[in-house]
C-alpha cells in the first residue's frame, strides 16, 4: 500500500476544501514521538505566498483532515501539522498485509521498460574487484524494478573487442598454438605472459598489431580464435556469477562486439544530425560547455567505446523499447556517459522521453583508504575474494549454535555473500566504499549478519509457536503502533529507491525495523503462558509481517535469510 501517498492525498483534499494550492504536498515522518507519526511543515510557505497568517491557516485545513485512518491531528507550533495514524485502521492493515502475498505490494500500473546495463567486465583479463560493485548494485536494481512490476531488460555490456585482443591472439597463435587451451585457465596468467613478451620483443608487437587488423576485418581464423578466447572467459564470468549467486546469464550479455555491425549507421546518423566535426582526421562530437570533444571514430576508421555506447543505446531504443536505461557503473566514467547521453539526444539515436541515468557508484577502497590491492600491488581476482568470504564466514559462525559440519558450509555461503553484498549496499553508492572484512561479518551494526539474525530470531519463535494462528492484529503499544508503521511505510520507500536508483536505502530501513523489532521483542513477551491468546496472536502476526519484509527486503538485495543462526 502506498501509505505516504494516501496521508498526502488526504492533506490534499484538506487543501482542497480551503480553496488553497499548494506547490506540492509531502508529509514527513515525525522527528519526535509526541508529534505524531507524519509531519506537515509546508504551511509556512502556503501561508506566506497567500499572505495569510500561518497559524490560521494550519488551523483552517486540519479542521478539513477527516478519515479513519487518522486519529488525531494537531496544530503545533506556528503552523506545523502533526499527524497521528489510528491504532484500529493500521492493525487492520497489519493483519490484511498478514493474510497477503508479497506484503500486499502493488505492482506499477504504469509498467515501464528498464534497461539495466551492470556488471560489464572486460574480457582480456579475469573478473576483479573493479567489476564487483556494479555487478552487486546491478543486480539489486534489477531485482527492485522487477518486484514493483517492471519490465527489466538486463544487459552486460561486456567489453571484448579492442586492441588488446590482438596480443592476447598473437599469443595465442604462436605460443600456445598446440595447447588445448588449458593455460588459458588462468587467464590472467596468460594476460601478465601475453603482456610481457608484446613489450619485450618488437616483432612480436608488430604482429599483435597486424592481428588487431585482421579480427577488425573479419578473417575467419582469427575470429574464430577470438570466440574461443571470449568463450573461456565468459566461463569465467559465469563462476562468478553463480557463487554470487547474481541474476545474469548468457542470454544477457551483450558484448561490445554485439554492436559492430550497428557501428556505420551510428556515424551516419550523426553526420546528418549535423553533429559530426572532424578533427585531426578523427570523428567527433563538440559538447556544450566542455573542451574535449567526444570521438567516435579515429583517422584510421577505428571505432572507439563512445561510438559502440551510442550503438547500443541505439539498440536499447529501437529495439529493446527502453523507457529507461540504468548504467551502473564507476564514477569516474561519468564525463563519457554525459557526452554519450547528450549526443544521444540531441542526435535522435534515443527519443526524447526516454530517460538515460548513469548511476554512478565510488572507488572501492581498502581499510587504510588506498584502492583495494592485493599484498604485492596487483587487482584482486574476484573469484578469490568471493572464496574468502566464505572461509571467514565459515570462521564467524562455526561455533554458534552446534551446527554439523554441511550445515556450516552451506550457511557460510550465504552469510559470506550475503555479507560481500549488503557492505556494498549499506553505503550511498555514491561514496567511495572501505571493504573491511571484520566490520561486515559482524553481528551488530547495520550488517547482514545482524538482518539474518533478526530474521532467524523470528523463525525461530514461530517454530516454536507452531500452531494455528488466527484472528487479528491488535496494536497495543507505542512500540507496536511504531512498527506498524514502519512496515506499512516499505512500499513508499521501494517506490522512492526505484526512482532515486539507491538500493542501498533499503539497508537503513532494514535496519531501524530489525533494531525496533528487538527492542519490542525484549519488552513483550511473546508465547510466555501468561500472554493472553489474542495478544499472542497479535504479536505471531506483527512479528511475522516484520519477518517477511526483512526477507523480502534482503532478496531485493540478492541476499538469501537463514532460518537458524
Ligand atoms: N567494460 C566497461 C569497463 O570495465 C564497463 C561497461 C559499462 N557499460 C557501458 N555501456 N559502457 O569500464
Same mark, same amino acid.
Given at each position: 500500500?502506498?501509505?505516504?501517498?494516501?496521508?498526502?492525498?488526504?492533506?490534499?483534499?484538506?487543501?482542497?476544501?480551503?480553496?488553497?494550492?499548494?506547490?506540492?504536498?509531502?508529509?514527513?515522518?515525525?522527528?519526535?514521538?509526541?508529534?505524531?507519526?507524519?509531519?506537515?511543515?509546508?504551511?509556512?510557505?502556503?501561508?506566506?505566498?497567500?499572505?495569510?497568517?500561518?497559524?490560521?491557516?494550519?488551523?483552517?485545513?486540519?479542521?478539513?483532515?477527516?478519515?479513519?485512518?487518522?486519529?488525531?491531528?494537531?496544530?503545533?507550533?506556528?503552523?506545523?501539522?502533526?499527524?497521528?495514524?489510528?491504532?484500529?485502521?493500521?492493525?487492520?492493515?497489519?493483519?490484511?498485509?498478514?493474510?497477503?502475498?508479497?506484503?500486499?505490494?502493488?505492482?506499477?500500473?504504469?509498467?515501464?521498460?528498464?534497461?539495466?546495463?551492470?556488471?560489464?567486465?572486460?574480457?582480456?583479463?579475469?573478473?576483479?574487484?573493479?567489476?564487483?560493485?556494479?555487478?552487486?548494485?546491478?543486480?539489486?536494481?534489477?531485482?527492485?524494478?522487477?518486484?514493483?512490476?517492471?519490465?527489466?531488460?538486463?544487459?552486460?555490456?561486456?567489453?571484448?573487442?579492442?586492441?588488446?585482443?590482438?596480443?592476447?591472439?598473437?599469443?595465442?597463435?604462436?605460443?600456445?598454438?598446440?595447447?588445448?587451451?588449458?593455460?588459458?585457465?588462468?587467464?590472467?596468467?596468460?594476460?601478465?605472459?601475453?603482456?610481457?613478451?608484446?613489450?619485450?620483443?618488437?616483432?612480436?608487437?608488430?604482429?599483435?598489431?597486424?592481428?588487431?587488423?585482421?579480427?577488425?576485418?573479419?578473417?575467419?581464423?582469427?575470429?574464430?580464435?577470438?570466440?574461443?578466447?571470449?568463450?573461456?572467459?565468459?566461463?569465467?564470468?559465469?563462476?562468478?556469477?553463480?557463487?554470487? $549467486?547474481?541474476?545474469?546469464? !548468457? &542470454?544477457? =550479455?551483450?558484448?561490445?562486439?554485439?554492436?559492430?555491425?550497428? #557501428?556505420?549507421? +551510428? /556515424?551516419?546518423?550523426?553526420?546528418?544530425?549535423?553533429?559530426?566535426?572532424?578533427?585531426?582526421?578523427?570523428?567527433?562530437?563538440?559538447?556544450?560547455?566542455?573542451?574535449?570533444?567526444?570521438?567516435?571514430?579515429?583517422?584510421?576508421?577505428?571505432?572507439?567505446?563512445?561510438?559502440?555506447?551510442?550503438?547500443?543505446?541505439?539498440?536499447?531504443?529501437?529495439?529493446?523499447?527502453?523507457?529507461?536505461?540504468?548504467?551502473?557503473?564507476?564514477?569516474?566514467?561519468?564525463?563519457?556517459?554525459?557526452?554519450?547521453?547528450?549526443?544521444?539526444?540531441?542526435?535522435?539515436?534515443?527519443?526524447?522521453?526516454?530517460?538515460?541515468?548513469?548511476?554512478?557508484?565510488?572507488?572501492?577502497?581498502?581499510?587504510?583508504?588506498?584502492?583495494?590491492?592485493?599484498?604485492?600491488?596487483?587487482?584482486?581476482?574476484?573469484?578469490?575474494?568471493?572464496?574468502?568470504?566464505?572461509?571467514? $564466514?565459515?570462521?564467524?559462525? !562455526? &561455533?554458534? =549454535?552446534?551446527?554439523?559440519?554441511?550445515?556450516?558450509?552451506? #550457511?557460510?555461503? +550465504? /552469510?559470506?555473500?550475503?555479507?560481500?553484498?549488503y557492505?556494498?549496499?549499506?553505503?550511498?553508492?555514491?561514496?567511495?566504499?572501505?571493504?573491511?572484512?571484520?566490520?561486515?561479518?559482524?553481528f551488530d551494526g547495520n550488517t547482514s549478519l545482524y538482518m539474518q539474525y533478526a530474521y532467524a530470531r523470528i523463525q525461530s519463535i514461530?517454530?516454536?509457536?507452531?500452531?494455528?494462528?488466527?484472528?487479528?492484529?491488535?496494536?497495543?503499544?507505542?512500540?507496536?503502533?511504531?512498527l506498524?508503521?514502519?512496515?506499512?511505510?516499505?512500499?513508499?520507500?521501494?517506490?522512492?529507491?526505484?526512482?532515486?536508483?539507491?538500493?542501498?536505502?533499503?539497508t537503513?530501513?532494514l535496519y531501524d525495523l530489525a533494531t525496533i523489532f528487538m527492542r519490542f521483542y525484549e519488552?513483550?513477551?511473546?508465547?510466555?503462558?501468561?500472554?493472553?491468546?489474542?495478544?499472542?496472536?497479535?504479536?505471531?502476526?506483527?512479528s511475522?509481517?516484520v519477518a517477511r519484509t526483512i526477507k523480502?527486503g534482503l532478496?531485493?538485495?540478492?541476499?538469501?535469510v537463514v532460518d537458524r543462526l
Open positions: 500500500m502506498k501509505f505516504k501517498s494516501l496521508i498526502n492525498d488526504k492533506l490534499q483534499e484538506a487543501f482542497d476544501k480551503a480553496g488553497i494550492k499548494p506547490d506540492l504536498i509531502t508529509v514527513n515522518d515525525a522527528s519526535k514521538p509526541e508529534f505524531g507519526d507524519f509531519q506537515y511543515n509546508g504551511i509556512m510557505a502556503v501561508a506566506k505566498k497567500l499572505g495569510h497568517n500561518p497559524r490560521d491557516t494550519a488551523l483552517l485545513l486540519a479542521d478539513n483532515i477527516h478519515g479513519d485512518m487518522i486519529s488525531k491531528i494537531e496544530v503545533a507550533g506556528l503552523g506545523f501539522i502533526n499527524i497521528h495514524i489510528d491504532n484500529n485502521w493500521l492493525s487492520s492493515r497489519i493483519t490484511d498485509i498478514f493474510k497477503s502475498e508479497d506484503l500486499a505490494i502493488e505492482k506499477d500500473i504504469n509498467q515501464k521498460t528498464i534497461v539495466i546495463d551492470y556488471s560489464g567486465p572486460n574480457m582480456a583479463k579475469e573478473m576483479h574487484v573493479g567489476h564487483l560493485r556494479s555487478t552487486i548494485i546491478g543486480d539489486s536494481l534489477a531485482n527492485l524494478f522487477e518486484f514493483l512490476g517492471h519490465k527489466v531488460i538486463r544487459q552486460n555490456h561486456i567489453g571484448d573487442w579492442g586492441t588488446q585482443f590482438g596480443m592476447l591472439i598473437a599469443y595465442l597463435e604462436e605460443v600456445h598454438k598446440n595447447d588445448s587451451f588449458d593455460e588459458l585457465k588462468n587467464l590472467e596468467n596468460f594476460y601478465k605472459l601475453a603482456k610481457k613478451k608484446f613489450d619485450d620483443d618488437l616483432d612480436f608487437a608488430d604482429r599483435a598489431r597486424e592481428y588487431v587488423v585482421k579480427i577488425q576485418s573479419g578473417d575467419k581464423h582469427c575470429l574464430e580464435l577470438w570466440r574461443k578466447f571470449i568463450d573461456i572467459s565468459l566461463s569465467h564470468c559465469d563462476e562468478v556469477y553463480e557463487k554470487l $549467486a547474481i541474476g545474469l546469464t !548468457k &542470454d544477457d =550479455a551483450r558484448a561490445e562486439s554485439f554492436y559492430n555491425d550497428l #557501428l556505420p549507421a +551510428i /556515424i551516419k546518423k550523426l553526420e546528418h544530425s549535423g553533429l559530426l566535426q572532424i578533427s585531426d582526421g578523427a570523428k567527433c562530437v563538440f559538447l556544450p560547455n566542455r573542451e574535449a570533444p567526444l570521438i567516435v571514430q579515429k583517422s584510421d576508421g577505428g571505432y572507439l567505446y563512445a561510438s559502440t555506447d551510442l550503438a547500443a543505446i541505439g539498440y536499447r531504443n529501437d529495439v529493446l523499447k527502453a523507457d529507461r536505461i540504468c548504467y551502473v557503473v564507476d564514477a569516474r566514467q561519468s564525463d563519457h556517459f554525459a557526452g554519450v547521453f547528450w549526443t544521444a539526444k540531441e542526435s535522435g539515436i534515443c527519443n526524447n522521453d526516454a530517460r538515460l541515468e548513469h548511476i554512478a557508484f565510488g572507488t572501492m577502497m581498502d581499510k587504510s583508504g588506498k584502492p583495494f590491492k592485493t599484498r604485492d600491488g596487483g587487482t584482486v581476482k574476484l573469484i578469490d575474494l568471493l572464496d574468502e568470504a566464505v572461509i571467514r $564466514a565459515k570462521d564467524t559462525i !562455526k &561455533d554458534r =549454535a552446534n551446527f554439523s559440519n554441511d550445515e556450516v558450509a552451506s #550457511l557460510a555461503k +550465504i /552469510i559470506g555473500i550475503g555479507a560481500v553484498k557492505s556494498d549496499l549499506s553505503i550511498n553508492r555514491e561514496s567511495n566504499y572501505i571493504f573491511d572484512w571484520d566490520k561486515m561479518l559482524s514461530l517454530k516454536k509457536f507452531a500452531g494455528d494462528i488466527s484472528g487479528s492484529v491488535e496494536l497495543g503499544s507505542d512500540i507496536e503502533h511504531k506498524a508503521i514502519m512496515l506499512l511505510s516499505f512500499e513508499d520507500i521501494l517506490q522512492k529507491i526505484a526512482h532515486d536508483a539507491t538500493p542501498h536505502t533499503i537503513s530501513f519488552q513483550s513477551p511473546i508465547l510466555r503462558d501468561d500472554v493472553p491468546n489474542n495478544v499472542k496472536m497479535s504479536r505471531i502476526m506483527l511475522t509481517v523480502k532478496e531485493i538485495l540478492g541476499i538469501e
